[in-house]
């Protein structure tokens, strides 16, 4: 049964920064694609940022992109999100996903496994 833990969110001001984890079970973690989505009150789960299984390819949502960086550390088990200069309007519950392979998708339908999600809260 493969479980993701995230962890890292909270309260920050605006312009400032956070560095999420996801922490994964399972021995194959190398060989599957992860990204990280969002959910804000009211609106549907948004995609954020991607990362292939060896973590040579990423790619991210224009709202994120230049601000946000995703990485891995396959030894680990691990995939981190380092949120800077962030908005309110990044205020959302941010979870981790896992799909299957190693070629990184943006649609949540490919993913099948999900963590609980974290909180991340921006005050202007």
């Known amino acids: 049964q493969v479980q993701l833990v995230e962890s890292g969110g909270g309260l920050v001001q605006a312009r400032g920064s956070l560095r999420l984890s996801c922490a994964a079970s399972?021995?194959?973690?190398?060989?599957?694609?992860m990204a990280w989505f969002r959910q804000a009150p009211g609106k549907e789960r948004e995609f954020v940022a991607a990362?292939?299984?060896?973590?040579?390819?990423?790619f991210y949502a224009d709202s994120v992109k230049g601000r946000f960086t995703i990485s891995r550390d396959n030894a680990k088990n691990t995939v981190y999100l380092q949120m800077n200069n962030l908005k309110p309007e990044d205020t959302a519950v941010y979870y981790c996903?896992?799909?299957?392979?190693?070629?990184?998708?943006?649609?949540?339908?490919?993913?099948?496994?999900w963590g609980q999600g974290t909180q991340v809260t921006v005050s202007s």
């Open positions: 996903a896992r799909k299957g392979g190693v070629v990184p998708t943006a649609s949540p339908e490919t993913y099948n496994y």
């Open positions: 399972g021995r194959t973690f190398s060989i599957n694609a």
């Open positions: 990362i292939s299984g060896s973590g040579g390819s990423t």
